[in-house]
């Protein structure tokens, strides 16, 4: 997939949620977008590495070493590359302040981007009550996240042999479901409130699986989104205007991107 397209090359990139160890991802598609996407610095925005799902039973196929080598190559070729680990890959803050060969381990960072602003970067479980305060709680909704996602294999399998295109259920229970887009409403909130605690433009988090930009509460909101689906990042061009890039498997390989709205915009 990735041989048909040209490199490209960005001042930044966000990724996130790409949890290693949970069976239905998009390890390849994420490997095919990182062939073709350089960039000066690269932030892994936390739950790269699921060890919830490590812990209950080891899967380590062969294309996560190719992730990972991708990653390392960057690195060594000269891309700076901070990790921020988030609530899934939480054992990695017990190193925050040293380095994996090249590859910085922070809990949250800020980002000066190329027109002067300046943005939070974190994962934004911090933010998260249910994660905070009710962990039992927060395994049982990894539980049935997990569960929707199996439900989903099976209704894309008939999805595909009626010549339909992919369709999330997950997906759809943020966006149409009340409480879940009250949820969301919420974390918004809490990171743009830290965000303008931390004296800052903006904030760029990941999380909750639901890649979005917007100024609606005063303050630059951006979210990546993740690789377990929606197959999403957040590019920052050396103009200093951020995109929200959605790499997705179309059947003609290639890849939409998406142009975010400048943030001066209503």
């Known amino acids: 997939m990735a041989e048909n397209h040209e490199k490209r090359r960005v001042r930044a990139l966000f990724l996130s949620d790409v949890h290693l160890g949970m069976k239905p991802i998009r390890i390849g598609q994420l490997i095919a977008f990182l062939r073709v996407h ?37 690195a060594a ?26 590859i910085e381990l922070v809990d949250r ?24 305060n009710a962990k039992w709680l927060a395994h ?10 199996r439900v989903n294999i099976a209704i894309n399998w008939t999805r595909r042999r009626l010549g339909l295109q992919y369709w999330s259920l997950s997906a759809w229970a943020k966006q149409k479901v009340k409480n879940a887009v009250s949820v ?26 639901f890649a979005d930009i917007h100024d609606r509460l005063g303050i630059e909101y951006i979210n990546t989104g993740d690789w377990v689906e929606s197959c999403t990042a957040i590019a920052e061009n050396f103009d200093g205007h951020f995109e929200l890039i959605k790499w997705t498997e179309m059947v003609t390989g290639e ?3 998406t142009k975010a709205r400048r943030a001066a915009e209503p």
């Open 140 to 149: 049982v909704g990894d539980w049935a996240y997990n569960a929707a996602l």
């Open 77 to 102: 070729a000269g891309t700076r590359i901070v990790y921020l680990p988030g609530n899934h890959d939480e054992f990695l803050r017990e190193y925050l302040g040293t380095y994996f060969g090249e």
């Open 255 to 257: 890849p939409r991107r």
């Open 38 to 74: 350089d960039a000066e610095t690269i932030y892994l925005v936390g739950d790269i590495v699921d060890g919830w799902r490590l812990a209950k039973a080891w899967r380590w196929p062969a294309e996560y070493n190719v992730l990972v080598q991708i990653l390392l190559d960057k």
């Open 184 to 209: 969301i409403g919420r974390f918004e909130e809490a990171l743009v409130h830290e965000a303008r605690e931390s004296g800052v433009d903006g904030v760029i988090c990941g999380h909750i699986h």
């Open 109 to 132: 960072t800020i980002h000066a981007s190329a027109s002067g602003k300046t943005y939070l970067v974190i994962h934004g479980d911090q933010f998260d009550v249910v994660v905070m």
